[in-house]
């Protein structure tokens, strides 16, 4: 009994892995069009922008949109479209932020500067808040051209305008 249970069960599992086989196999057309259609899929699919994940191209991400994506792309290849073709099909249906690397053109120009442009007001807010802080900390301010009031090139605490030591709050020079 326990021999033909085990017979049953290694016939089934015999009968799913070929059929998996079968049905992973394209029907009419060798390995090596497959490997090269596969190939062609990959290859285009990395030009595409996963447009959920938006930071992934369509070959990396696991998305639905992104699968659907790919499923088109392998669609239109097979059916002996050009990656030209499809490329400019995915464009026309969602715009050129679809590309992973869009054209520099008019519309597209916010895509190219706008990283930089937030890069540098970031930049310049980082510095507005530490020089701020610097000052409110009594620090003083280092920065070239900044020689106090009259201090002649020399630090404002140094020497008074007649080069002579600030005198204490008591009335008394200091040495």
Same mark, same amino acid.
């Given at each position: 009994m326990r021999d033909r249970v085990i017979s049953g069960l290694l016939a089934a599992w015999l009968a799913c892995g070929a059929t998996a086989f079968a049905l992973a196999a394209p029907i009419g057309?060798?390995?090596?069009?497959?490997?090269?259609?596969?190939?062609?899929?990959?290859?285009?699919?990395?030009?595409?922008?996963?447009?959920?994940?938006?930071?992934?191209?369509?070959?990396?991400?696991?998305?639905?949109?992104?699968?659907?994506?790919?499923?088109?792309?392998? %669609?239109? &290849?097979?059916?002996?479209?050009?990656?030209?073709?499809?490329?400019?099909?995915?464009?026309?249906?969602?715009?050129?932020?679809? &590309?992973?690397?869009?054209?520099? %053109?008019?519309?597209?120009?916010?895509?190219?500067?706008?990283?930089?442009?937030?890069?540098?007001?970031?930049?310049?807010?980082l510095a507005i808040v530490l020089r701020k802080r610097r000052l409110l900390s009594g620090e003083p301010d280092d920065e070239p051209g900044d020689f106090g009031d009259e201090g002649g090139g020399q630090h404002r605490h140094d020497h008074n305008a007649a080069g002579d030591p600030p005198a204490r709050a008591d009335g008394h020079m200091t040495a």
């Open positions: 057309t060798s390995d090596a069009q497959a490997l090269t259609l596969d190939e062609r899929v990959n290859q285009l699919a990395s030009e595409l922008r996963c447009l959920v994940c938006q930071n992934q191209t369509v070959a990396d991400s696991h998305a639905p949109l992104a699968v659907q994506l790919k499923q088109e792309v392998r %669609k239109q &290849l097979a059916a002996g479209a050009s990656a030209d073709e499809v490329r400019d099909f995915m464009v026309q249906r969602y715009g050129d932020f679809v &590309l992973y690397r869009p054209p520099i %053109k008019a519309s597209t120009l916010a895509l190219w500067i706008g990283p930089v442009v937030i890069l540098l007001c970031g930049l310049i807010g």
